[in-house]
Each structure stands twice: as structure tokens, then as C-alpha cells.
């Protein structure tokens, strides 16, 4: 892994790393050919909804029931979920069971890029969130995944509101890729 683009991603906001792990994810599900049904639909409307919203624990509390590694929990009971109903939990780990595991690990790390740094702070460059874009990088690499290009998401910088940066919409971050 490149040294420049390890430095590159610490200056860009966490907003902005689930931006572009999003982007990762989607280019993994293309490259899969996989089909996007209502279930994989709302989940990536989910996890797109953190670039623009103004209550980031809010946004946690919803995708912990919907992660991965909680729907694949033994111990998950659905039915005592407070945020996803009983019905999206069997819905997601259908999902999860039949996409290719490293897509599933990808939604995982997305979600902890967001949610890392909530209650350890943001320190010099969000220790934590860079980490598991970091992973997120490794697994693109890994499976020979080309990268979003980062030029797209150096407006949003680490330095705007605490390292968490301002909001913005899909649409925003998707027509730069054109």
C-alpha cells in the first residue's frame, strides 16, 4: 500500500471515508454482477445516509442491528431488535449468507468507519475510522478492485468540524466519478 495514499486518506473527513468506502462497496457488488433487491437497496440507502446526517449515533444505533456481524450473531434475536424490524433482520442475513464474504466484510468495515471515532474522539486523524478504511483499501487490493480515485474526496477535509466534516449527498460524490 502506498505511503502517499495512507497520508491521503488521514486528511480527508470521516464523512468523507464512508463516502468513499460506499463508492468501494459498490464497485465490489458491480464487479460481482450482484443484484441489488429491496433488501440490498435499503441497506445502502442506510449506510449512504450517514454522509448527510446531522446525528451520527443515531445512524450507529441502527446500523449495529443491521451489520453483519450482529445479523450473523447466534445470539441475535430479531425480534427484540429496537431500530430494524424483526422481518429486515431475516431479510439481511439472507443477504449476507448469499453475497461473497468479503462483500459482507466490506459493509462491516463501512460501518465502523463511521462509528469508531464516536466515543474515542477524532485525535490528529481519526485513528480508528483510518484503520478500517485501511481495510477497506487492503480488500479492494486484495481482489484487484481498482480504487476510487481519492482527488474526488479532498474537499472534505479532516479539518472542517472536528474531523468529522460537513454533510453531503450521494448524488454529490457520484457525479465527480463521471
Given amino acids: 500500500m502506498k505511503k502517499n495514499l495512507i497520508d491521503e486518506i488521514k486528511s480527508i473527513s470521516i ?3 464512508v463516502a468513499f468506502g460506499l463508492i ?3 464497485k465490489c457488488i458491480k464487479n460481482e454482477k ?3 433487491n429491496n433488501t440490498f437497496l435499503w441497506l445502502l440507502n442506510e449506510m449512504w445516509s450517514y454522509t448527510n446526517t446531522s446525528d451520527a449515533a443515531s445512524w450507529q444505533e441502527e446500523m449495529d442491528e443491521a451489520c453483519p456481524e450482529v445479523i450473523f450473531d447466534e445470539r441475535a434475536v430479531y425480534e ?3 431500530k430494524i424490524t424483526p422481518q429486515m433482520g431475516y431479510e439481511l442475513r439472507s443477504l449476507y449468507d448469499e453475497i461473497p464474504a468479503y462483500i459482507t466484510r466490506i459493509v462491516d468495515e463501512v460501518i ?3 462509528t469508531s471515532n464516536l466515543y474515542a474522539g477524532t485525535g490528529e ?3 480508528n475510522s483510518h484503520f478500517h478504511t485501511m481495510n477497506v483499501i487492503q480488500i479492494m487490493e486484495d ?3 481498482p480504487l476510487p480515485s481519492i482527488e474526488i474526496f479532498r474537499e472534505y477535509s479532516f479539518k472542517e468540524k472536528g474531523g468529522w466534516g460537513r454533510g453531503f449527498d ?5 457525479s465527480k466519478l463521471k
Fill in 15 to 17: 464523512t468523507a471515508r
Fill in 24 to 26: 468501494c462497496l459498490e
Fill in 34 to 36: 450482484l443484484f441489488l
Fill in 80 to 82: 427484540e431488535f429496537e
Fill in 112 to 114: 465502523l468507519i463511521g
Fill in 125 to 127: 486523524y481519526a485513528k
Fill in 143 to 145: 481482489k484487484n478492485i
Fill in 170 to 174: 450521494k448524488e454529490e460524490i457520484v
